[in-house]
């Protein structure tokens, strides 16, 4: 009997201690990560209406000195959707930092290539003499992003809802997704030339080219297969430890 509780009474102390020093411990680790997400929900906040604020400045001063206020309305028209959208949903459905970065700097080539028209875009004809191009490039930069934050976009989706099993099937998933949107739009440029006639070669920005819709769809191919091969396993460490995962 003796022997017994002397046997006990070191896997009492023992139970004791565990408790006194494991449990506190995990009180303060999880006190401190609700702390730290809450803190990182905030700084996602605040940069979030902080880009929205530059976009709205950036879209009232192309809007005020473009030449062609029809053309840039047609073009600002996804900036115009999408930022409201992302504002809205943002506490509900908070995106990771990378994709809503990317989509700051594809509004901005929108709202940029609107004010100009994509086809006489200054920048894009000091890149065209420098590498001595037949064309104004700027119009391939904004199909490139075209395929880029789609693809992320839907990759996010895809994989925070577990949709999809698989890398490999994700990243061929993505990039269908990205060619059917890139698709859509060259359909709906054809029903602006089909509606606007000659007025819409400045929304068309084709420059002459007869193969421009095939080359802008490889570019927004070339958008999607960089969100899977460059920026998948960045994307997916934030979709794991940010603050999307404790949606």
Same mark, same amino acid.
């Given at each position: 009997?003796?022997?017994? !509780? &002397?046997?006990?009474?070191? #896997?009492?102390?023992?139970?004791?201690?565990? +408790?006194?020093?494991?449990?506190? !411990? #995990?009180?303060? $680790?999880? @006190?401190?990560?609700?702390?730290?997400?809450?803190? +990182?929900?905030?700084?996602?906040?605040? &940069?979030?209406? $902080?880009?929205?604020?530059?976009?709205?400045?950036?879209?009232? *001063? %192309?809007?005020?000195?473009?030449?062609? !206020?029809?053309?840039? =309305?047609?073009? @600002? %028209?996804? @900036?115009?959707?999408? @930022?409201?959208?992302?504002?809205?949903?943002? #506490?509900? *459905?908070?995106? +990771?930092? =990378?994709?809503? +970065?990317?989509?700051?700097w594809h509004a901005i080539i929108l709202m940029v290539g609107g004010m100009y028209t994509y086809a006489k875009v200054p920048i894009g004809f000091d890149v065209q003499e420098m590498f001595n191009l037949s064309r104004n490039p700027y119009d391939k930069l904004g199909h490139f992003f075209q395929g880029l934050v789609p693809a992320l976009a839907a990759r996010e989706i895809l994989v925070r809802g577990g949709y999809i099993n698989g890398r490999k099937m994700t990243a061929f998933v993505v990039c269908c997704i990205a060619l059917a949107i890139s698709a859509t739009y060259e359909l709906i440029e054809w029903w602006a030339a089909l509606a606007m006639g000659q007025g819409a070669d400045d929304f068309l920005g084709t420059q002459g080219d007869q193969w421009d819709t095939q080359s802008d769809m490889f570019c927004a191919l070339l958008g999607a297969l960089t969100t899977v091969l460059l920026f998948g396993r960045w994307h997916q460490h934030q979709i794991t430890h940010s603050v999307v995962h404790n949606i």
């Amino acid at each position: 009997m003796n022997d017994q !509780r &002397g046997r006990e009474w070191p #896997r009492f102390f023992m139970l004791r201690w565990q +408790t006194l020093y494991f449990s506190p !411990r #995990r009180s303060i $680790v999880s @006190v401190f990560t609700q702390q730290l997400t809450h803190m +990182t929900q905030t700084a996602l906040s605040s &940069g979030l209406k $902080v880009g929205a604020l530059l976009l709205l400045l950036i879209l009232i *001063y %192309t809007g005020l000195y473009t030449s062609d !206020r029809i053309t840039w =309305l047609m073009e @600002v %028209t996804p @900036v115009i959707i999408i @930022v409201p959208l992302l504002l809205a949903t943002q #506490r509900r *459905y908070p995106l +990771t930092p =990378l994709l809503y +970065t990317l989509i700051f700097w594809h509004a901005i080539i929108l709202m940029v290539g609107g004010m100009y028209t994509y086809a006489k875009v200054p920048i894009g004809f000091d890149v065209q003499e420098m590498f001595n191009l037949s064309r104004n490039p700027y119009d391939k930069l904004g199909h490139f992003f075209q395929g880029l934050v789609p693809a992320l976009a839907a990759r996010e989706i895809l994989v925070r809802g577990g949709y999809i099993n698989g890398r490999k099937m994700t990243a061929f998933v993505v990039c269908c997704i990205a060619l059917a949107i890139s698709a859509t739009y060259e359909l709906i440029e054809w029903w602006a030339a089909l509606a606007m006639g000659q007025g819409a070669d400045d929304f068309l920005g084709t420059q002459g080219d007869q193969w421009d819709t095939q080359s802008d769809m490889f570019c927004a191919l070339l958008g999607a297969l960089t969100t899977v091969l460059l920026f998948g396993r960045w994307h997916q460490h934030q979709i794991t430890h940010s603050v999307v995962h404790n949606i």
